[in-house]
């Protein structure tokens, strides 16, 4: 593993989400997306597959407590949670089950009131997780700064 790249990844990771966070309000808003580009599932997302690949690795770091990469992935996964629930109530179940197949159908469905204020709830523990996810992500990264490149390296 190299230092810089890992760094990136996280870096790359807090941007993402706050833009997917972001797109799921949108939805909320009853605002058309064309090409839904947001994995309902955590494992499909780019963090996801890069944190259940290299991400854990980082569980051997000496100044990385044990519990930092749990957090990290429990708020990943409740992030993805809350919104394949806000997913579902726009779009049905049909077009929660498979990233690829929602890219080429995507229409949004009617919803009543308490699915809308559902979906709004849904929404605010969203957010919750966002927040949480994000700092967690930020003291790994204050972690790793304050590490030599070769003890990143020699988690590969």
């Given at each position: 593993m190299i230092k810089e790249d890992v760094l990136g990844h996280l870096r790359v990771a807090n941007t993402a989400h706050t833009k997917w966070v972001q797109k799921a309000k949108i939805l909320i808003d009853k605002i058309d997306i064309n090409e839904p580009t947001l994995p309902v599932n955590a494992r499909e997302s780019d963090f996801g597959k890069w944190f259940d690949n290299d991400g854990k690795k980082l569980n051997g770091l000496s100044n990385n407590p044990l519990e930092c990469m749990d957090n990290i992935e429990k708020l990943h996964i409740g992030l993805h949670e809350m919104y394949s629930?806000?997913?579902?109530?726009?779009?049905?179940?049909?077009q929660k089950k498979g990233f690829f197949s929602k890219m080429l159908s995507f229409d949004k469905k009617p919803i009543s009131n308490i699915e809308e204020t559902l979906a709004l709830e849904?929404?605010?523990?969203?957010?919750?997780?966002?927040?949480?996810?994000?700092?967690?992500?930020?003291?790994?990264?204050?972690?790793?700064?304050?590490?030599?490149?070769?003890k990143i390296e020699a988690l590969s």
């Open positions: 629930n806000v997913f579902y109530i726009y779009c049905g179940e049909s849904y929404y605010e523990t969203m957010q919750a997780f966002e927040n949480d996810l994000l700092n967690e992500i930020k003291r790994l990264e204050h972690r790793l700064t304050a590490l030599s490149d070769e």
